[in-house]
């Protein structure tokens, strides 16, 4: 059994006070484990080119305000 098949098993297997703990846990958890993928990427000039055709986008009045 892998890991991941071990950890379904365990989830299933929580009544729903602890499931609702595990959700909430696991939420703050993915966050900021994308987060950090976001500051590391922008960090290391990954996002500069989409950063950049969106400007352009921007400037030629391609982009819709928010």
Request: aromatic fraction near 0%.
């Given at each position: 059994m892998t890991k991941v098949q071990t950890i379904e098993k365990e989830v299933q297997s929580l009544n729903q006070k602890e499931l609702s703990e595990f959700r909430n846990w696991f939420q703050e958890f993915d966050s900021e484990v994308w987060d950090a993928q976001i500051e590391e990427d922008a960090q290391s000039?990954?996002?500069?080119?989409?950063?950049?055709?969106?400007?352009?986008?921007?400037?030629?009045?391609?982009?819709?305000?928010l």
């Open positions: 000039g990954k996002l500069d080119k989409i950063a950049q055709e969106a400007l352009e986008e921007h400037e030629r009045g391609e982009s819709k305000g």
